[in-house]
């Protein structure tokens, strides 16, 4: 077990709702990046925060927002929710520094499902 | 053109074969390489990262070749609970960020 943990594990909506998602790190860590998974893909990258300031952001509307709490711990928002939302979502969290920073351990992730 | 590629498989093997997967990657910037494995409605676990010098961890062998922008897998032995989807990963270099950038994935079925 990594020790990253989601919540909720799944969850259905319908289109135009809001979503909020969490995640806990890993003892430790002090980063966590967020992913979502179509059907058949692999991850893509959504964001990542680094002690509490966003610290990259991939190819995704702005409906898509993040927050990092002090512990560490992180929550992704998505707004206007659209058909195509529907994926699983995966954080992975992993160490700011340091070669073994590059290594990240992921949660077992929330299945969106909007319709 | 995807930024990494893998061939999707699946490969459907006998138990104890040898069985080696390829990934190419398009960002020549790119720093770090891995190999994830995912079970089916599973998140991905990290198997292995991978060296310049190669690496190898029990049945588990990963190449790197920067100059053909190429990395592989090669499992021996094959067992039943190898059979998932791998994933290569690559992470570019001086963005600051690390961002991980996935292949779409390799299916592995090992058959008894």
């Known amino acids: 077990e990594t020790g990253v943990t989601q919540s909720p594990t799944h969850l259905i909506k319908t289109r135009g709702q809001q979503v909020t998602l969490r995640c806990s790190s890993q003892?430790?860590?002090?980063?966590v990046s967020w992913y979502q998974q179509a059907l058949g893909q692999g991850p893509q990258f959504i964001f990542q925060?680094?002690?509490?300031?966003?610290?990259g952001r991939g190819n995704f509307p702005p409906r898509f927002s993040g927050l990092q709490f002090p512990n560490y711990s992180s929550e992704l928002n998505v707004n206007a929710l659209e058909l195509d939302d529907s994926a699983l979502y995966l954080c992975?969290?992993?160490?700011?520094?340091?070669?073994?920073?590059?290594?990240?351990?992921f949660g077992p992730g929330t299945r969106l499902t909007v319709t | 053109r995807k930024e990494v590629e893998q061939d999707p498989g699946p490969f459907n093997v006998p138990e104890g074969a040898t069985v080696a997967f390829n990934c190419t990657y398009s960002?020549?910037?790119?720093?770090?390489f891995f190999w994830y494995r995912q079970d089916c409605r599973k998140e991905p676990k990290l198997l292995m990262s991978?060296?310049?010098s190669g690496n190898e961890d029990g049945r588990f062998t990963a190449q790197l070749n920067r100059a053909s922008q190429y990395i592989s897998l090669l499992i021996r032995d094959s067992k039943l609970s190898d059979s998932a989807t791998y994933l290569c990963?690559?992470?570019?270099?001086?963005?600051?960020?690390?961002?991980?950038?996935f292949g779409s994935g390799t299916r592995l079925q090992v058959q008894p």
């Open positions: 992975a969290s992993s160490l700011g520094a340091g070669q073994s920073s590059y290594e990240q351990y």
């Open positions: 003892s430790g860590h002090n980063t």
């Open positions: 925060y680094y002690r509490e300031e966003e610290n």
């Open positions: 960002n020549s910037a790119s720093q770090s």
């Open positions: 991978v060296y310049s």
């Open positions: 990963v690559v992470m570019p270099m001086g963005t600051g960020r690390r961002a991980l950038t």
